[in-house]
């Protein structure tokens, strides 16, 4: 059975709001736990709680100390190297698009190329137009498959 779907809105009820912050204060607990232990990394937490006045930290407070101190003796470059804003992001995907639209567009070149040899081989002319650039096109796709098939 599915969860029922999750309202996030605050929470008006200050008793239901402190239950709902505990429970999942717990669950944010086990996940940094499992996380460490799956994946064996350094992990902490420092959760300041509205409800009381001295924040909580996970696993210990020299555990913390020990994560925030290997943090802090990574250099710079270390500390930032994977991280991206959002235009070297969108810089990145955009040459991806751009790398695979360009291997689409030849696939497709290569393909319109082949039909139009096999086409005028068997005869079939029909319906095949050509422009001054895909005739170009055509006897070098002509003259490298002849290449690749006979070796």
Known sequence: MGKKKLNLAYIS????????FKHRKKGLMKKLDQLKTICNVDACAVIYDPFNSNPEVWPSNSGVVNVIKKFEMLTEMEKT???????????????KVKKKSQK???ENKEGYMRELMFGFLGGNMEGL???DNDRHGLCSYIDQYLIITKT
């Open 81 to 95: 190297c994977r991280s991206v804003n959002q235009e070297g992001f969108l810089s990145r995907e955009i040459a």
């Open 13 to 20: 009820d200050g008793t239901v709001r402190k239950a709902s």
């Open 129 to 131: 137009c050509m422009q």
């Open 104 to 106: 689409l567009a030849q």
